[in-house]
């Protein structure tokens, strides 16, 4: 059972961190906030990306959080 709670947390964590990536990119006119060049493109996109990562994980934490919390209830009410 450990397997599979690993398989599925791995599994959100990469999707919400993708979700996040994705809506980063398309959702703001970065080249309103700052001087696009070849270089800061570049820049632009790591930087996303390490945003991405962190809002993503942390959201995919709190999900996995309160699905554990209400396995927990479910089965202390059973």
Known sequence: MDYLESLVAV???LTC???FYHLLVNLFD???LI?????NISRLKLCL????IAV???VSS???SVLTLS???FFAFK
Do not use: C, M, N
Not at 35 to 39: C, F, L, M, R, Y
């Open 11 to 13: 599994f959100s964590h």
């Open 17 to 19: 961190i993708a979700i």
């Open 30 to 32: 970065w080249s309103k």
């Open 35 to 39: 001087k696009v060049t070849p270089e």
């Open 49 to 52: 990306l390490f945003i991405s």
């Open 56 to 58: 993503g994980y942390l």
């Open 62 to 64: 709190f999900i996995l």
């Open 71 to 73: 396995q927990e209830l």
